[in-house]
């Protein structure tokens, strides 16, 4: 399933599967392919970015996404809060808590967002930007995309802790490379964790 999952830069993903899904697309590439699903965090301009949401929708793309963020965006839009569930495209979506515990980039009384989704059988955790928080512990997942860069989001050290909290098949970092991080964060992660750790080459 690591396969079909497209690291875009950031906390930008496309994942192939019955349906095409981004996750946060952001800055992407000309000509990339059109959306089923789009999914988007948090309102923050890195992960709410209306010119690309814009460039890969059609005329059945569906987005699901926070009120905040549902302000900026166009189309068919659906609004889901922390605890919400749903079934988009047949792709089951549960939408979990992303939020900071230590830094106030991303308080939890905002309602920011990540997102598992179930594509081929295989659950597939978007964590958004937070820090390691308890409700990662009752995660059942089998691929963790997980922030690694400190400052808005957990470091590496923190990343690790939470991946052994979670124990997916397999971990991959990100939130680096853009802004804030590097890929010796991800380095750093793959060290500590002790898990399976896959660092996607960017698509971009």
């Not at 690694?148 to 052994?164: F, L, P, Q």
Request: proline share 7%; hydrophobic share 40%; net charge negative.
């Amino acid at each position: 399933m690591v396969e079909n999952i497209h690291w875009l830069g950031h906390d930008s993903f496309r994942i192939d599967g019955p349906a095409t899904i981004y996750v946060d697309p952001w800055q992407l590439p000309a000509g990339v392919p059109q959306a089923d699903l789009v999914l988007v965090t948090h309102d923050h301009y890195d992960h709410c970015s209306p010119e690309d949401v814009a460039k890969i929708s059609k005329a059945d793309t569906v987005i699901v996404t926070i009120a905040a963020a549902a302000k900026k965006l166009k189309g068919d839009v659906r609004v889901v809060k922390p605890g919400d569930s749903l079934t988009v495209k047949g792709i089951p979506i549960e939408v979990v808590p992303a939020y900071n515990v230590n830094k106030k980039f991303h308080p939890r009384d905002a309602g920011h967002v990540g997102f598992i989704i179930t594509v081929d059988g295989q659950r597939i955790y978007h964590a958004g930007d937070t820090d390691f928080i308890p409700e990662m512990k009752d995660f059942k997942v089998d691929i963790a995309l997980l922030p690694v860069s400190g400052t808005y989001v957990m470091t590496a050290d923190e990343a690790a802790n939470a991946a052994k909290a979670i124990n997916p098949k397999v971990a991959i970092p990100m939130h680096y490379g853009e802004i804030v991080g590097s890929r010796a964060d991800a380095e750093r992660f793959r060290e500590l964790y002790g898990g399976e750790v896959v660092i996607l080459p960017l698509e971009r």
